[in-house]
């Protein structure tokens, strides 16, 4: 499953079972694959030309490339529970947990994985306290891609930034949660969803 167009990153989801590879060989296999929107063939993501950000949670991982810095994340819906008070006080700004609190629409898992995203895309996830950074999750609407075909949901914006959360669908979509984060080109069109 991808998405891509008119300046939004390339996300795919890769499934272990689908090709074969044992959980020990999964990082090696999908580090190595040529990438979103190259299928099984030509030069590997790693040795084209911009930015790409891998993430895996055993069978699947994303696979996320841009001509701009990109961050993906996958995170297990079971992984953490809403409820858990340590992770939140541990990965949420004091806004975000007042809103976790009061039953925001988004959930503890989604925060984390959008944080992981926008993190990677910064270039060093363990270099930032996830306690000062708002998640996507939290970031203004930019548009609406539920018509548009792919895994990219609604569009979401903060400065330089673009976010989206994916759709993932079937049993990934099921178990897994999903965040892409991607530096925009300068001066983006405020009045224009980048389709």
Known sequence: MRASGGGLPLVELMDARTYGVR???WHAYVRESPGPSSGRH???ASSRRGFVSRSYRYPWALVAHHETAVGVDIERRDAVGDTDLAFARATCTPAELERLWRSSHASLVDLWSGKEALTKALGDALRY????????CEWGSWCD????PGILGEIRRRG???AA???LG????RECTGWVVWSLPEAPDLRECPM
């Open 129 to 136: 306290d996830p306690r000062r950074i708002d998640s996507p």
């Open 23 to 25: 959980r020990k060989d």
């Open 165 to 167: 959360r994916l759709h």
């Open 160 to 162: 330089s930034w673009g």
């Open 42 to 44: 030509g030069t590997s």
């Open 145 to 148: 891609r539920a018509s548009q």
């Open 170 to 173: 079937g049993e990934a979509g």
